[in-house]
């Protein structure tokens, strides 16, 4: 689902450019939309018959150390196959992809922003702070709203050192910057209810609550 999510992103995306809706390629966001939408179906199809004691939400806590590091891994195959690279840069930040490459078919033989490896970077550094804190109640029961947002946040604005084609759906965002800033703001709601919630009933008298 999560592969399947990922075309029909890339071409809903990407509808203006080609002219119409077609399959070709692939994004994160589109996977990981569908991924969760059927696994949160799944969970609810099957909570009850497999007697699931937590909340869905719980164990997309203790999925998201997994999701950290597999979207890690999935960048570093970004990497490699040369997709999803930055803008021409003379910086110290950028590199040269070899000839033959998709940066190096667009730009040519220029540094680019290597964005594939910063991401890799992020998500390293967010998948250590999961494990250092996955002990910490207090923390896990946000693993997965950190990850949104952070990772919302950091898309966002890597979006702006992007040189591939992400799709132009809308005029002054990319598709891309336009869900980051969905997810980003779904998280912090989510998050302020659930404290809002837990302090409520911090403040509520025992008498009320029996």
Do not use: W
Request: aromatic letters at 18%; glycine letters at 10%.
């Amino acid at each position: 689902m999560g592969f399947l999510g990922a075309g029909f992103f890339d071409a809903l995306f990407k509808v203006r450019e080609n002219g119409g809706f077609k399959l070709g390629g692939i994004t994160f966001y589109g996977a990981l939309i569908c991924g969760l939408i059927c696994f949160m179906f799944l969970f609810k199809l099957f909570a009850k018959k497999l007697k699931f004691k937590n909340s869905l939400f719980s164990y997309l806590n203790i999925l998201a150390p997994c999701i950290a590091i597999g979207h890690c891994f999935g960048r570093v195959g970004c990497f490699l196959g040369g997709c999803c690279y930055g803008k021409p840069t003379d910086s110290i930040f950028g590199m040269h992809f070899p000839e033959g490459s998709l940066a190096y078919q667009e730009y040519g033989d220029v540094k680019v922003f290597p964005t594939e490896l910063y991401e890799v970077i992020f998500l390293f550094v967010l998948f250590i702070f999961f494990m250092m804190l996955i002990n910490r109640k207090k923390f896990q029961r946000h693993f997965f709203f950190i990850y949104l947002m952070s990772y919302a946040v950091v898309r966002f604005l890597l979006e702006f050192l992007r040189g591939d084609d992400r799709g132009g759906l809308f005029v002054f965002i990319s598709p891309a910057q336009a869900l980051s800033l969905l997810i980003l703001i779904y998280a912090t709601v989510h998050i302020l209810i659930l404290n809002i919630a837990k302090l409520r009933s911090r403040q509520t008298p025992k008498d009320t609550l029996k």
